[in-house]
């Protein structure tokens, strides 16, 4: 019997090992790529169950953060609702978070305000400049002492505006006490076309203006002027004035007769009918008082011009009326 079972285990040796020496075989039989591909595949299933791992615990770590979380919000309403109804005068939970502003370096600072800031500023930038021009012209513009139209088209006296500006100067005194004197000259060439051309020119719109105001009261007119202006009406009688000047008939100081030409550099003598004249003061978009102040100004100035003219040698034949003078 023990034969037998001595047999029967040298059989089954025999036979694993057989076994192990054909699996041997085939195992030294697989080529590397095999080899490899095997590697890759352990290594593949490694990382895939490495990989579920971490899914796992990330899972687990956001349901825990989402349940601490609806956790916290459930103790924070509790413990507001308890703040209003009064059971607890502070809570320990419930605390005003301020928000931290970052540090910045004084140029972002600045830069930040000019970038939030740039539309007001260039405004702001505007309309200070229009003011500061505005101020700055008020201050340093030199104001008249007088201002006198000068209602003709005569080319030569036009063309002459400074050099009349200068002559009047010199007989104006400094009235708004500003150190300086200055006349202005206001010329508004008065012809037949003066209404039908004023939507280009003005003329008309500019001298209907001036003559609403109480500023400009010394006016240099002709005959075409003075019908245009009605002379009778808006002019002073200066021959009710002035009588015994030979070169004053009705409302003007006739030019034609003086030096007048030569005083302001004009070569010959001035149209027969320019004149000096004064406005009569009436009450205007200005008080009656202003103007009457300019009236007196104006007839200041016209007496020394009259004084400084007269000095010419007279012709004999001057005319005495302005029937005369225009015959």
């Known amino acids: 019997m023990q034969e037998e079972e001595k047999h029967i285990i040298a059989k089954e040796e ?54 601490a979380y609806a956790r916290k919000i ?32 004084p140029w972002k600072r600045i830069f930040n305000f000019f970038y939030h800031n740039k539309w007001w500023l260039v405004i702001t930038v505007f309309i200070v400049g229009i003011f500061t021009y505005l101020i700055v012209d008020m201050v340093a ?6 201002i006198v139209m000068v209602l003709t088209d005569d080319a030569d006296i036009q063309d002459h505006a400074y050099e009349l500006e200068a002559y009047l100067e010199q007989f104006t005194d ?43 009261v010394l006016i240099l007119t002709d005959a075409k002027a003075n019908e245009f202006i009605v002379a009778e009406e808006t002019l002073q009688d200066l021959s009710e004035i002035y009588s015994d000047n030979s070169n004053v008939r009705e409302n003007g100081y006739y030019l034609r007769h003086t030096d007048f030409a030569v005083k302001i550099g004009i070569s ?8 000096f004249s004064l406005r ?18 104006a007839q200041k100035v016209l007496e020394r011009i009259m004084a400084d003219l007269d ?17």
């Open 14 to 67: 025999t036979e694993t090992g057989t076994e192990n020496a054909d699996t041997g075989k085939k195992k030294k039989g697989k080529s590397l790529i095999e080899v490899m591909r095997e590697i890759d595949e352990k290594e593949a299933r490694q990382e895939a169950e490495a990989e579920e791992r971490r899914q796992a615990i990330r899972a687990e770590k956001e349901k825990q953060e989402k349940e």
């Open 74 to 105: 459930r103790e924070d309403r509790i413990e507001l609702m308890r703040l209003k109804q009064g059971l607890i005068e502070e809570s320990e939970t419930i605390r005003e978070e301020q928000e931290e502003k970052p540090k910045l370096s």
């Open 141 to 146: 513009r030199v104001r008249p002492d007088m």
């Open 174 to 216: 400094d009235e708004n006490h500003d150190g300086k004197v200055k006349v202005d000259i206001y010329p508004i060439p008065v012809n037949d076309d003066i209404g039908v051309n004023d939507y280009y020119t003005g003329d008309s719109t500019k001298l209907m203006s001036q003559f609403h105001l109480g500023d400009s």
């Open 268 to 275: 010959g003598n001035v149209d027969r009918d320019l004149a």
């Open 280 to 297: 009569t003061p009436i009450k205007t978009y200005d008080s009656l008082e202003k103007m009457q102040e300019n009236y007196d100004i």
């Open 311 to 327: 000095n010419t040698e007279e012709p004999e034949d001057i005319p005495k009326t302005m029937e005369e003078e225009l015959s």
